[in-house]
């Protein structure tokens, strides 16, 4: 169809004349309401947008020497953020003359790996990136 025609047939329904492929040859164009599309459109992106929800990365401190009570404190907070259905990233900082025993920190990091085994998954292993050994928890 002429391009005169469509558009003079467009008006005649009181409807706009929207290109759909304008790299087709020919061209292809649709006859349609192009607000109420647009409305749609939005519509069902915020329908998306309502029911998708987002993993985001929450991150817990702990220090080689860490006390029975802080490290349980910290470990709940985990074990809460995981439930939440977010990643956790055990980052385990080491101060002075600490970074010399590298395995005490470790320990640490492999005690809440195991204390949080039922719940959680080990995404990546612990790694040492400058002074603070890192691990990524997320949840089964």
């Given at each position: ?23 087709a040859?020919p061209?292809v ?12 459109t ?6 998306a ?5 987002v ?13 029975e ?9 985990a074990?809460?953020f ?5 990643k ?26 195991s ?26």
């Open positions: 169809m002429e391009v005169d025609a469509a558009l003079s047939s467009a008006m005649e329904q009181g409807l706009d004349l929207v290109e759909v492929a304008a790299t040859r061209p164009v649709r006859i349609m309401d192009y607000g109420k599309f647009k409305f749609e939005a519509k069902q992106a915020r329908l947008k309502k029911k998708q929800h993993i985001h990365l929450k991150e817990v401190k702990y220090r080689p020497g860490i006390d009570h802080d490290f349980a404190t910290k470990t709940r907070n074990k809460r995981i439930e939440e259905g977010n956790v990233k055990v980052t385990l900082m080491f101060r002075g003359r600490q970074i010399t025993h590298p395995e005490l920190g470790r320990a640490v990091v492999d005690r809440v790996a204390e949080l085994a039922e719940i959680a998954k080990v995404e990546s292993m612990p790694l040492m990136e400058g002074r603070s050994l890192t691990m990524i928890l997320a949840p089964k």
